[in-house]
């Protein structure tokens, strides 16, 4: 689980994988049936045969698999802690016992009478340890594609094409009053430079939830000057940790999108929804606004809706989601991400 840091210059990715993600754990669970599948093809004389072996050999392997995952899964915290030899070698010394468990307690689901009790289990041990260091290979390589350095490097380069696009539009906002309200304008310059302070201090791929919050208040703010009772926005927080870290500039290019095409189109603007909330070991945020008709609808790049995808996809890989809902009268961005907690200073 990816924690509030700035980019290192030397990181490393000598580092096991996290054995209570997700996205781990699926990946294990795919590419080892893919391999009992692939051994399937390669002893099998006809498709009937294939699909025998590839139940046969599945119902040996489920027991061992998800047992190692288990046991993997509780020992993650220990494991992390560990340098990375000695962990893959616990790692491999823990699927070794998990087989020698199994094919002593399977019986002749894992050795026939015909076979040779020593031979089968030194198949078992060779086979199911190599594909444990495939796998851990695997998840290296991953590691080292998305190293630190690149990774945090590319986070922050994702956050810097929102800044462009959020700046624009901030001194559109104060252009707009400078004439008509020069007093307006004045206050709309502090609460653009409050702003953006805050915006560029999250140099943090993880900020806390509460200065998100904080400056999209302050964007909404700025808007509401320039918009009047045509802006309405109603907020809804239930049961948010004060602890609680997110991407950072996550919330408010949500905003500015349901400003800029939901409520600046319509003649009578609209109410835009922010739900905050926590859900178990998530955090959900709904940002909903009245969909525009067409004849009053713009056309965006959706640069800011396809940062924020890539960034959760970078951060938090398959454990986040993010759906948009879309109908006559409303328009909805809904995305759910893992509560991670702010480490103690």
Not at 26 to 55: H, K, Y
């Amino acid at each position: 689980m990816p924690t509030s840091q700035i980019i290192r210059q030397n990181p490393s990715y000598d580092v096991l994988p996290d054995f209570r993600s997700l996205g781990v754990l699926l990946r294990t669970l795919v590419s080892c049936n893919a391999a009992a599948l692939v051994v399937a093809l390669m002893r099998a004389d006809n498709w009937s045969g294939v699909l025998r072996d590839f139940v046969q050999t599945g119902a040996a392997l489920q027991p061992v698999l998800l047992g190692c995952l288990l046991a993997l899964y509780v020992l993650s915290p220990a494991l992390a802690r560990l340098s990375y030899r000695r962990g893959v070698a616990v790692v491999l010394a823990v699927v070794a016992v998990i087989v020698l468990a199994a094919v002593e307690a399977g019986g002749e689901l894992y050795i026939s009478r015909y076979e040779q009790a020593d031979l089968a289990l030194a198949r078992y041990l060779v086979g199911t340890v190599g594909l444990a260091s495939a796998l851990l290979f695997y998840f290296r390589l991953r590691a080292i594609a998305l190293s630190p350095s690149i990774y945090k490097a590319r986070v922050q380069a994702l956050q810097a094409r929102i800044r462009p696009h959020f700046l624009f539009n901030c001194i559109n906002t104060v252009l707009s009053l400078v004439r008509s309200d020069p007093r307006r304008a004045e206050t709309a310059l502090e609460d653009m430079s409050d702003l953006f302070r805050m915006a560029m201090a999250q140099d943090r791929e993880l900020v806390p939830l509460r200065d998100e919050i904080e400056l999209s208040r302050r964007y909404l703010a700025l808007e509401k000057l320039r918009l009047g009772d045509r802006l309405q926005f109603h907020w809804h927080q239930a049961e948010i940790p004060d602890d609680a870290m997110v991407p950072a500039l996550i919330l408010q290019p949500l905003l500015e999108n349901a400003v800029y095409h939901g409520i600046e189109p319509l003649p009578d603007g609209g109410v835009i929804d922010v739900l905050l909330e926590r859900k178990g070991g998530s955090i959900q945020i709904d940002v909903s606004n009245p969909n525009s008709k067409p004849a009053y609808r713009r056309r965006g790049n959706k640069l800011a809706l396809g940062n924020i995808r890539e960034r959760l996809d970078l951060l938090f890989d398959i454990e986040a989601q993010y759906r948009v809902d879309e109908a006559a009268d409303y328009y909805r961005v809904r995305i759910l991400m893992p509560y991670v907690k702010e480490e103690p200073s």
